[in-house]
């Protein structure tokens, strides 16, 4: 459970989240569309923690979420599903998919759905992709029986596939939202480490590391 009132963090938590600061990618943005189950709301959000994505939007038009992300982070149902992750990583609810679209497109954001169904005019495997090329970037993943919808699709600049050698139709929500994430944000951070942005455009004289230092190796030793 997580208190109403939010305890000063142990000194080794501070240090933590500290460290993360330069491996977190700037502008992604994982949205998951109308999921029905909370324990992939909790998976992606978990994901999203652990794989340096900034931020979770859920399109949720039955309402099972508070507005509030402080309220998300004390409802036990997504504290636990998201072993502790709601704590440390932004989720914000919409009340429809054109609400978090047209709020997107207002912050400059291009979207990507997945899906393991060809669909919209361009659709690629997730190798295939330069996920670079968008400053701001949103990727959405769809619901768990009917998959992203029509209104996502068209809107978005591509769909992008897992490619999938079984009989069975589609992966599972969280699985598939921590396969993409992990290539989408592994490109997304090799880019940051070169180039810096904002005010600082262009290339860095020396890259950043792209992985955390394992403990007892200096940083800048880690990920060259
Ligand atoms: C269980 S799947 C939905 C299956 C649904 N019948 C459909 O047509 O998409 C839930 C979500 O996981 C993601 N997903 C599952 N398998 C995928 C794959 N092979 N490639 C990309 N995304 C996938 C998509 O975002 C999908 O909407």
Redesign the pocket.
């Known amino acids: 459970m997580v208190d109403d009132e939010p305890k000063k963090s142990k000194p080794s938590v501070r240090k933590r989240a500290e460290a993360i600061k330069n491996f977190r990618c700037k502008n992604l943005i994982a949205v998951i569309?109308d999921p029905n189950d909370i324990k992939n709301i909790g998976t992606v959000i978990r994901n999203v923690n652990a794989l340096g994505v900034e931020k979770v939007y859920v399109v949720d038009p039955r309402n099972t979420l508070p507005d509030d992300w402080q309220e998300m982070r004390g409802r036990p149902s997504l504290f636990n599903t998201s072993v502790s992750a709601v704590k440390w990583t932004f989720v914000r609810r919409f009340d429809s998919t054109e609400a978090c679209l047209s709020y997107l497109e207002s912050k400059g954001f291009a979207s990507v759905?997945?899906?393991?169904?060809v669909k919209g005019k361009t659709s690629i495997f997730?190798h295939e992709g330069d996920y670079t090329r968008h400053t701001k970037l949103a990727v959405?993943?769809?619901?768990?029986?009917?998959?992203?919808s029509p209104l996502a699709v068209e809107r978005s600049e591509m769909c992008?596939?897992?490619?999938?050698f079984g009989m069975i139709?589609?992966?599972?929500?969280g699985?598939?939202?921590g396969i993409?994430l992990y290539e989408i944000a592994r490109q997304r951070r090799e880019y940051q480490s070169k180039y810096r942005y904002r005010k600082h455009k262009g290339e860095r004289a020396t890259p950043l590391p792209t992985v955390m230092a394992p403990e007892g190796v200096a940083p800048e030793d880690a990920g060259q």
């Open positions: 569309e759905v997945t899906s393991p169904h997730l959405w993943f769809g619901n768990e029986s009917r998959g992203i992008v596939a897992i490619p999938m139709e589609s992966l599972n929500l699985t598939s939202s993409v």
